[in-house]
């Protein structure tokens, strides 16, 4: 079975202070990574989809990267519209495309 | 910019009632999919459409639950029978798969709708 762990759970941040998610994973045949933002109550957000190890994608202040195990989203000089929940979710094996989720990490930035 | 759209954004039914939560995809997307979140967990697949049919489901989605492509442009999921339990946000989703449809294999990205809360009393 898929599984999706995501650390730490939450992160508090001073505007500015860049920092690092982590998504570990273990799967049986990854075809690729996702990285959502959710704000509360709402949906989730499509960031970056990931495909294979050492690949990196960025978006404005964030920057995904993606080893055989783990992915990275790294948040450079957070502002505080950069709080959030970070979704990490994967799509693995032979055929179907349903994503697996981790549990998220809430991010608050501090102005 | 194109996105999904879900209504109602929340419903309320008691136990026992059945539900219809509807869903717009983005209108050149071939894939779909249905989600939920209870509140504070994570969220949960629950089934992928394509062609008309369902292509994969999770252990969640029993016989209480139901999908349909009523027309070219609404994809709906039915509850019969609402427990408790189903009380979570539901989130559908689209996903292009090219022009011609076929599954290459790839990961296909997937967007999200603003969901529909429910609330079974």
């Known amino acids: 079975e898929d599984q999706v762990t995501q650390s730490p759970e939450a992160l508090r941040l001073q505007e500015g202070e860049s920092s690092s998610l982590n998504c570990s994973y273990t799967?049986?045949?990854?075809?690729?990574l996702f990285w959502y933002r959710q704000d509360p109550g709402k949906g989730p957000e499509f960031l970056f989809t990931l495909y294979s190890a050492g690949e990196e994608k960025e978006k404005e202040r964030l920057k995904a990267t993606l080893t055989k195990k783990e992915s990275f989203l790294h948040i450079t000089a957070p502002k505080p519209e950069d709080s959030a929940t970070y979704l990490c979710?994967?799509?693995?094996?032979?055929?179907?495309?349903?994503?697996?989720f981790g549990g998220g990490t809430r991010v608050l930035v501090k102005p | 910019e194109p996105e999904v759209t879900q209504t109602p954004s929340h419903q309320v039914t008691q136990m026992g009632q059945e539900v219809i939560l509807r869903c717009v995809p983005i209108s050149n997307h071939l894939y779909f999919y249905w989600y939920r979140q209870i509140l504070g967990q994570k969220v949960e697949f629950l089934v992928s459409?394509?062609?008309?049919?369902?292509?994969?489901k999770s252990e969640i989605f029993d016989d209480q639950f139901s999908v349909e492509r009523p027309d070219g442009s609404n994809f709906t999921l039915k509850i019969r029978s609402t427990k408790l339990e189903d009380s979570a946000m539901y989130f559908c989703a689209s996903a292009w798969a090219g022009t011609d449809g076929r599954v290459s294999g790839n990961s296909y990205e997937q967007y999200f709708g603003p969901g529909t809360r429910l609330t079974v009393t």
């Open positions: 459409f394509y062609n008309n049919e369902i292509s994969e």
């Open positions: 799967v049986s045949g990854l075809r690729g």
């Open positions: 979710a994967v799509q693995a094996g032979a055929a179907g495309n349903k994503l697996t």
